[in-house]
Protein backbone atom coordinates (compact mmCIF):
# COMPACT_ATOMS: atom_id res chain seq x y z
CA UNK A 1 0.00 0.00 0.00
CA UNK A 2 1.10 3.59 -1.09
CA UNK A 3 0.57 6.54 1.64
CA UNK A 4 -0.96 9.52 -0.42
CA UNK A 5 1.90 11.52 -0.94
CA UNK A 6 1.88 15.54 -1.71
CA UNK A 7 -0.62 17.92 -1.75
CA UNK A 8 -4.23 16.45 -2.67
CA UNK A 9 -4.88 17.56 -6.03
CA UNK A 10 -7.16 20.35 -6.35
CA UNK A 11 -6.83 21.82 -3.15
CA UNK A 12 -6.42 25.59 -3.13
CA UNK A 13 -3.56 27.80 -1.81
CA UNK A 14 -4.84 28.63 1.47
CA UNK A 15 -6.05 25.74 2.01
CA UNK A 16 -5.27 22.58 4.93
CA UNK A 17 -3.10 20.41 3.38
CA UNK A 18 -2.78 16.72 5.47
CA UNK A 19 0.65 16.53 3.84
CA UNK A 20 2.23 19.53 5.76
CA UNK A 21 -0.29 19.26 9.01
CA UNK A 22 1.28 20.73 12.68
CA UNK A 23 1.17 17.19 13.70
CA UNK A 24 -0.71 14.80 16.23
CA UNK A 25 0.15 15.82 20.25
CA UNK A 26 1.97 12.05 20.35
CA UNK A 27 3.86 10.81 17.43
CA UNK A 28 2.44 8.04 15.21
CA UNK A 29 3.13 6.83 11.55
CA UNK A 30 1.27 8.07 8.78
CA UNK A 31 -1.96 5.73 8.04
CA UNK A 32 -0.76 3.51 4.57
CA UNK A 33 -3.92 4.41 2.63
CA UNK A 34 -5.27 7.66 4.60
CA UNK A 35 -4.46 10.87 4.89
CA UNK A 36 -4.03 12.34 8.63
CA UNK A 37 -7.53 14.49 8.37
CA UNK A 38 -9.09 11.29 7.14
CA UNK A 39 -8.00 9.35 9.92
CA UNK A 40 -9.20 12.00 12.20
CA UNK A 41 -12.81 11.80 10.63
CA UNK A 42 -12.72 8.37 11.38
CA UNK A 43 -11.47 8.12 14.71
CA UNK A 44 -14.32 10.52 15.54
CA UNK A 45 -17.00 8.38 13.87
CA UNK A 46 -15.59 5.48 16.58
CA UNK A 47 -15.47 7.41 19.20
CA UNK A 48 -18.11 6.68 22.45
CA UNK A 49 -18.30 10.18 22.53
CA UNK A 50 -20.06 10.27 18.76
CA UNK A 51 -22.50 7.21 19.44
CA UNK A 52 -23.56 9.60 22.46
CA UNK A 53 -24.99 12.29 19.61
CA UNK A 54 -27.80 10.19 18.82
CA UNK A 55 -29.25 10.46 22.84
CA UNK A 56 -28.78 14.13 23.37
CA UNK A 57 -31.16 17.21 22.66
CA UNK A 58 -30.61 19.91 19.91
CA UNK A 59 -34.04 21.90 20.71
CA UNK A 60 -36.13 19.10 21.80
CA UNK A 61 -35.59 16.33 24.35
CA UNK A 62 -35.30 12.77 22.66
CA UNK A 63 -38.24 11.45 23.98
CA UNK A 64 -40.29 14.14 22.39
CA UNK A 65 -40.56 12.74 18.91
CA UNK A 66 -38.47 10.22 17.05
CA UNK A 67 -38.08 12.86 13.91
CA UNK A 68 -36.53 15.98 16.06
CA UNK A 69 -33.30 16.71 15.16
CA UNK A 70 -30.33 15.06 17.66
CA UNK A 71 -27.02 16.22 18.05
CA UNK A 72 -25.94 13.48 16.07
CA UNK A 73 -28.11 14.47 12.75
CA UNK A 74 -27.42 17.80 13.21
CA UNK A 75 -23.56 17.21 13.35
CA UNK A 76 -24.28 15.23 10.13
CA UNK A 77 -26.05 17.99 8.65
CA UNK A 78 -23.11 20.14 9.52
CA UNK A 79 -21.18 18.25 7.74
CA UNK A 80 -22.87 17.89 4.75
CA UNK A 81 -23.34 21.84 4.17
CA UNK A 82 -20.12 22.47 5.35
CA UNK A 83 -17.93 19.57 2.61
CA UNK A 84 -20.46 21.24 0.10
CA UNK A 85 -18.81 24.65 0.56
CA UNK A 86 -15.32 23.26 1.15
CA UNK A 87 -15.41 21.80 -2.53
CA UNK A 88 -16.81 24.45 -3.83
CA UNK A 89 -14.40 26.50 -2.74
CA UNK A 90 -11.46 24.01 -3.17
CA UNK A 91 -10.69 24.09 0.64
CA UNK A 92 -10.19 20.32 2.74
CA UNK A 93 -13.59 18.52 2.51
CA UNK A 94 -12.51 15.61 4.76
CA UNK A 95 -10.96 18.18 7.75
CA UNK A 96 -14.16 19.97 7.22
CA UNK A 97 -15.97 16.65 7.91
CA UNK A 98 -13.98 15.80 10.83
CA UNK A 99 -14.38 19.25 12.51
CA UNK A 100 -18.46 18.86 11.67
CA UNK A 101 -18.40 15.64 13.26
CA UNK A 102 -16.69 16.37 16.35
CA UNK A 103 -17.76 19.86 17.00
CA UNK A 104 -20.50 19.06 19.35
CA UNK A 105 -18.75 16.02 20.99
CA UNK A 106 -18.09 18.06 24.45
CA UNK A 107 -22.32 18.98 24.50
CA UNK A 108 -24.00 17.86 27.98
CA UNK A 109 -27.43 16.03 28.02
CA UNK A 110 -30.44 18.81 27.31
CA UNK A 111 -28.75 21.40 24.65
CA UNK A 112 -27.43 24.72 26.40
CA UNK A 113 -30.03 24.09 29.42
CA UNK A 114 -27.63 21.29 30.82
CA UNK A 115 -24.44 23.23 29.99
CA UNK A 116 -25.72 26.50 31.71
CA UNK A 117 -26.33 24.49 34.82
CA UNK A 118 -23.11 22.48 35.02
CA UNK A 119 -20.96 25.81 34.19
CA UNK A 120 -23.64 27.53 37.60
CA UNK A 121 -22.71 24.10 39.47
CA UNK A 122 -18.80 24.55 39.18
CA UNK A 123 -18.11 28.28 39.14
CA UNK A 124 -20.52 28.52 42.45
CA UNK A 125 -18.58 26.10 44.24
CA UNK A 126 -15.10 27.99 42.99
CA UNK A 127 -16.58 30.57 44.56
CA UNK A 128 -18.13 29.11 47.97
CA UNK A 129 -14.93 27.44 48.85
CA UNK A 130 -12.30 29.46 47.52
CA UNK A 131 -11.19 27.04 45.10
CA UNK A 132 -8.77 28.07 42.44
CA UNK A 133 -8.43 24.24 41.01
CA UNK A 134 -9.66 23.18 37.90
CA UNK A 135 -14.03 24.29 39.02
CA UNK A 136 -12.55 27.76 38.35
CA UNK A 137 -12.35 27.33 34.68
CA UNK A 138 -16.10 26.85 34.79
CA UNK A 139 -17.79 24.83 31.87
CA UNK A 140 -17.47 25.17 27.59
CA UNK A 141 -19.02 22.74 25.54
CA UNK A 142 -16.35 24.11 22.90
CA UNK A 143 -14.06 23.37 25.41
CA UNK A 144 -15.31 20.49 26.80
CA UNK A 145 -15.12 18.95 22.76
CA UNK A 146 -11.86 19.29 23.25
CA UNK A 147 -11.71 17.72 26.21
CA UNK A 148 -13.20 14.57 24.72
CA UNK A 149 -10.99 14.36 21.65
CA UNK A 150 -7.95 14.99 24.14
CA UNK A 151 -8.53 13.65 27.20
CA UNK A 152 -11.56 11.57 27.65
CA UNK A 153 -11.84 9.00 25.06
CA UNK A 154 -10.37 5.72 26.25
CA UNK A 155 -9.63 3.77 22.77
CA UNK A 156 -5.60 3.91 22.75
CA UNK A 157 -3.07 1.57 24.75
CA UNK A 158 -0.55 4.82 24.57
CA UNK A 159 -2.54 8.01 25.35
CA UNK A 160 -5.78 9.44 26.73
CA UNK A 161 -7.67 11.04 23.66
CA UNK A 162 -7.70 10.15 20.22
CA UNK A 163 -4.74 12.08 19.37
CA UNK A 164 -5.82 14.00 16.18
CA UNK A 165 -4.11 16.40 14.06
CA UNK A 166 -3.11 19.81 15.06
CA UNK A 167 -5.74 21.28 12.61
CA UNK A 168 -9.01 19.22 13.36
CA UNK A 169 -8.35 20.04 17.43
CA UNK A 170 -8.14 24.06 16.25
CA UNK A 171 -11.67 24.17 14.72
CA UNK A 172 -13.48 22.12 17.22
CA UNK A 173 -12.07 24.60 19.69
CA UNK A 174 -13.96 27.43 18.14
CA UNK A 175 -14.35 29.50 21.19
CA UNK A 176 -12.62 29.79 24.51
CA UNK A 177 -12.85 32.49 27.47
CA UNK A 178 -9.15 33.92 28.01
CA UNK A 179 -8.75 32.52 31.45
CA UNK A 180 -9.26 28.97 29.47
CA UNK A 181 -7.19 30.10 26.57
CA UNK A 182 -4.26 30.76 29.21
CA UNK A 183 -4.20 27.87 30.79
CA UNK A 184 -4.63 25.60 27.61
CA UNK A 185 -1.47 27.99 26.58
CA UNK A 186 0.61 26.71 29.61
CA UNK A 187 0.06 23.03 28.88
CA UNK A 188 0.60 23.46 25.11
CA UNK A 189 2.51 26.45 23.94
CA UNK A 190 1.83 27.75 21.05
CA UNK A 191 -0.85 25.36 20.07
CA UNK A 192 -4.53 25.53 19.74
CA UNK A 193 -5.56 27.99 22.28
CA UNK A 194 -2.86 30.35 20.73
CA UNK A 195 -5.51 32.83 18.38
CA UNK A 196 -7.24 33.45 21.54
CA UNK A 197 -4.23 35.20 23.39
CA UNK A 198 -2.54 36.40 20.40
CA UNK A 199 -5.39 37.26 17.95
CA UNK A 200 -5.18 36.16 13.88
CA UNK A 201 -7.51 33.52 12.23
CA UNK A 202 -8.00 29.42 12.49
CA UNK A 203 -8.53 27.87 9.16
CA UNK A 204 -10.77 28.64 6.85
CA UNK A 205 -12.00 24.54 6.95
CA UNK A 206 -12.52 25.63 11.05
CA UNK A 207 -14.36 28.86 9.85
CA UNK A 208 -16.23 27.04 7.56
CA UNK A 209 -17.69 24.99 10.07
CA UNK A 210 -18.57 27.60 12.33
CA UNK A 211 -20.90 29.49 9.89
CA UNK A 212 -22.37 25.46 8.68
CA UNK A 213 -23.06 25.03 12.22
CA UNK A 214 -25.70 28.28 12.14
CA UNK A 215 -26.89 27.50 8.71
CA UNK A 216 -27.73 24.33 9.60
CA UNK A 217 -29.68 25.04 13.25
CA UNK A 218 -31.30 28.40 11.52
CA UNK A 219 -32.61 25.55 8.99
CA UNK A 220 -33.76 22.69 11.04
CA UNK A 221 -34.94 24.63 13.70
CA UNK A 222 -37.30 26.10 11.64
CA UNK A 223 -38.45 22.30 10.51
CA UNK A 224 -38.47 20.81 13.80
CA UNK A 225 -40.44 24.03 15.31
CA UNK A 226 -42.79 23.70 12.85
CA UNK A 227 -42.99 19.91 13.30
CA UNK A 228 -43.63 20.28 16.57
CA UNK A 229 -46.51 22.63 16.39
CA UNK A 230 -44.72 25.76 18.26
CA UNK A 231 -44.29 27.58 15.49
CA UNK A 232 -46.74 28.45 12.54
CA UNK A 233 -46.13 28.97 9.11
CA UNK A 234 -48.20 32.49 9.54
CA UNK A 235 -45.48 33.30 12.30
CA UNK A 236 -42.98 32.48 10.21
CA UNK A 237 -44.72 35.26 7.67
CA UNK A 238 -42.58 37.63 9.72
CA UNK A 239 -39.05 36.43 8.75
CA UNK A 240 -37.96 37.72 5.84
CA UNK A 241 -35.33 35.35 4.98
CA UNK A 242 -37.75 32.74 5.50
CA UNK A 243 -40.85 34.36 3.79
CA UNK A 244 -38.90 35.35 0.60
CA UNK A 245 -38.26 31.83 -0.45
CA UNK A 246 -41.40 30.75 0.34
CA UNK A 247 -43.01 32.75 -1.91
CA UNK A 248 -40.28 31.82 -4.34
CA UNK A 249 -41.33 28.08 -3.92
CA UNK A 250 -45.37 29.29 -4.45
CA UNK A 251 -44.02 30.83 -7.52
CA UNK A 252 -42.66 28.02 -8.83
CA UNK A 253 -45.52 25.95 -7.27
CA UNK A 254 -48.64 27.33 -6.68
CA UNK A 255 -50.32 24.42 -5.73
CA UNK A 256 -47.73 23.98 -2.38
CA UNK A 257 -48.92 23.38 0.81
CA UNK A 258 -48.22 22.20 4.13
CA UNK A 259 -44.88 20.25 5.22
CA UNK A 260 -43.84 19.67 1.30
CA UNK A 261 -44.24 24.12 0.87
CA UNK A 262 -42.04 24.01 4.01
CA UNK A 263 -39.31 21.67 3.10
CA UNK A 264 -39.23 23.30 -0.78
CA UNK A 265 -38.84 27.14 1.52
CA UNK A 266 -35.95 25.79 3.74
CA UNK A 267 -34.83 24.14 0.48
CA UNK A 268 -34.38 27.14 -1.42
CA UNK A 269 -33.14 28.89 1.90
CA UNK A 270 -30.22 26.39 2.46
CA UNK A 271 -29.20 26.67 -0.86
CA UNK A 272 -29.28 30.03 -1.21
CA UNK A 273 -27.42 30.11 1.95
CA UNK A 274 -24.46 27.99 0.78
CA UNK A 275 -24.18 30.21 -2.73
CA UNK A 276 -23.94 33.45 -0.54
CA UNK A 277 -21.41 32.29 1.62
CA UNK A 278 -19.12 30.96 -1.41
CA UNK A 279 -19.53 33.85 -3.64
CA UNK A 280 -18.78 36.27 -0.02
CA UNK A 281 -15.88 34.25 0.59
CA UNK A 282 -14.16 34.24 -2.51
CA UNK A 283 -14.70 37.45 -2.81
CA UNK A 284 -12.96 38.30 0.85
CA UNK A 285 -10.24 35.68 -0.28
CA UNK A 286 -9.27 37.52 -2.93
CA UNK A 287 -9.64 41.05 -1.28
CA UNK A 288 -7.43 40.17 1.10
CA UNK A 289 -5.04 38.94 -1.32
CA UNK A 290 -5.04 35.64 0.75
CA UNK A 291 -2.43 33.10 -0.68
CA UNK A 292 -1.31 30.57 1.54
CA UNK A 293 -2.55 28.91 4.82
CA UNK A 294 0.28 31.45 7.09
CA UNK A 295 -2.07 34.51 5.60
CA UNK A 296 -5.47 32.88 6.61
CA UNK A 297 -3.73 32.62 10.13
CA UNK A 298 -2.57 36.01 10.21
CA UNK A 299 -5.28 37.62 9.12
CA UNK A 300 -9.25 38.03 9.84
CA UNK A 301 -12.47 36.19 9.28
CA UNK A 302 -12.71 35.10 5.78
CA UNK A 303 -15.81 32.99 5.85
CA UNK A 304 -18.77 34.88 5.75
CA UNK A 305 -22.11 35.97 4.77
CA UNK A 306 -22.57 39.07 2.82
CA UNK A 307 -23.84 41.88 4.98
CA UNK A 308 -27.80 41.33 3.71
CA UNK A 309 -27.82 37.67 4.30
CA UNK A 310 -26.09 38.13 7.43
CA UNK A 311 -28.52 40.68 8.45
CA UNK A 312 -31.22 38.70 7.27
CA UNK A 313 -29.41 35.39 9.13
CA UNK A 314 -29.52 37.13 12.37
CA UNK A 315 -33.39 38.24 12.08
CA UNK A 316 -34.13 34.87 12.13
CA UNK A 317 -31.92 33.54 14.99
CA UNK A 318 -33.58 36.36 16.83
CA UNK A 319 -36.79 35.03 16.15
CA UNK A 320 -36.14 31.19 16.89
CA UNK A 321 -34.73 32.80 20.04
CA UNK A 322 -38.20 34.70 21.10
CA UNK A 323 -40.85 32.49 19.65
CA UNK A 324 -39.11 28.72 19.55
CA UNK A 325 -35.88 28.79 22.33
CA UNK A 326 -37.67 30.76 24.87
CA UNK A 327 -41.16 29.52 24.10
CA UNK A 328 -42.85 28.38 27.45
CA UNK A 329 -43.24 25.14 26.64
CA UNK A 330 -39.32 24.47 25.98
CA UNK A 331 -38.40 26.70 29.15
CA UNK A 332 -41.00 24.71 31.35
CA UNK A 333 -38.58 21.31 29.94
CA UNK A 334 -35.23 22.84 29.97
CA UNK A 335 -35.87 24.30 33.81
CA UNK A 336 -35.91 21.00 34.95
CA UNK A 337 -33.47 19.35 32.78
CA UNK A 338 -31.31 21.86 34.66
CA UNK A 339 -32.90 20.61 37.98
CA UNK A 340 -31.74 17.02 36.83
CA UNK A 341 -27.98 18.35 35.79
CA UNK A 342 -28.06 20.52 39.23
CA UNK A 343 -29.17 17.68 41.65
CA UNK A 344 -26.83 15.23 39.87
CA UNK A 345 -23.76 17.42 40.16
CA UNK A 346 -24.57 17.87 44.00
CA UNK A 347 -25.16 14.04 44.46
CA UNK A 348 -22.12 12.84 43.19
CA UNK A 349 -20.56 15.80 44.48
CA UNK A 350 -21.11 14.46 47.92
CA UNK A 351 -21.24 10.88 47.27
CA UNK A 352 -18.25 9.66 45.02
CA UNK A 353 -19.25 6.16 45.40
CA UNK A 354 -22.12 6.82 43.20
CA UNK A 355 -19.55 7.30 40.49
CA UNK A 356 -18.16 4.90 38.04
CA UNK A 357 -14.95 3.81 39.39
CA UNK A 358 -13.02 5.36 36.83
CA UNK A 359 -14.56 8.85 37.36
CA UNK A 360 -14.41 8.46 41.22
CA UNK A 361 -10.86 8.18 42.15
CA UNK A 362 -9.66 11.51 40.42
CA UNK A 363 -8.23 14.09 42.78
CA UNK A 364 -9.97 16.86 40.76
CA UNK A 365 -13.04 15.49 42.02
CA UNK A 366 -15.74 18.13 40.96
CA UNK A 367 -14.12 18.01 37.17
CA UNK A 368 -14.30 14.25 36.82
CA UNK A 369 -18.14 15.00 38.22
CA UNK A 370 -18.84 17.27 35.62
CA UNK A 371 -17.16 15.25 33.41
CA UNK A 372 -19.13 12.41 33.98
CA UNK A 373 -22.45 14.55 34.08
CA UNK A 374 -22.07 15.51 30.28
CA UNK A 375 -20.70 12.80 28.88
CA UNK A 376 -24.12 11.46 29.55
CA UNK A 377 -26.98 11.58 27.53
CA UNK A 378 -30.83 13.02 27.82
CA UNK A 379 -32.33 9.20 28.63
CA UNK A 380 -28.94 8.16 31.43
CA UNK A 381 -29.05 11.64 33.32
CA UNK A 382 -32.81 11.53 33.62
CA UNK A 383 -32.53 7.42 34.76
CA UNK A 384 -29.74 8.37 36.90
CA UNK A 385 -31.79 10.98 38.33
CA UNK A 386 -34.67 9.03 39.17
CA UNK A 387 -32.60 6.21 40.44
CA UNK A 388 -30.99 9.09 42.59
CA UNK A 389 -32.85 11.46 44.14
CA UNK A 390 -36.43 9.50 43.86
CA UNK A 391 -38.21 12.38 41.92
CA UNK A 392 -39.58 11.50 38.84
CA UNK A 393 -38.81 14.99 36.67
CA UNK A 394 -39.96 13.58 32.99
CA UNK A 395 -42.58 11.03 33.24
MG1 LIG B 1 -23.55 22.69 16.59
Redesign the pocket.
Known amino acids: MTLPSGPTTGLAPFACDPAHSRGRRFFEPEAPTRTAFQRDRDRVVHSTAFRRLVYKTQVFLNHEGDLFRTRLT ?1 SLE ?1 AQLGRSIARSLRLNEDLVEAVALA ?2 LGHTPFGHAGQDALHNCLKALSIAESRSGSEAWGFEHNLQSLRVVDELEERYPAFNGLNLSFETREGILKHCSRANAQRLEAQEPGGVAQRFLQGGSPSLEAQLCNLA ?1 EIA ?1 NAHDIDDGVRSGLLTMDQLAEVPLFEHYRLQALAAHPQLVGRRLLFESIRLMLSEQVYDVIDTTRTLISAAGVQSLADVRSGSGLVAFSPDMRERSQVLKTFLLRNLYRHPQVVETTDRARRVVSDLFELYLNAPHELPEAHGRSQHHARAVADYIAGMTDRFAIREHQRLCGTVLFP
Open positions: HVHDDY
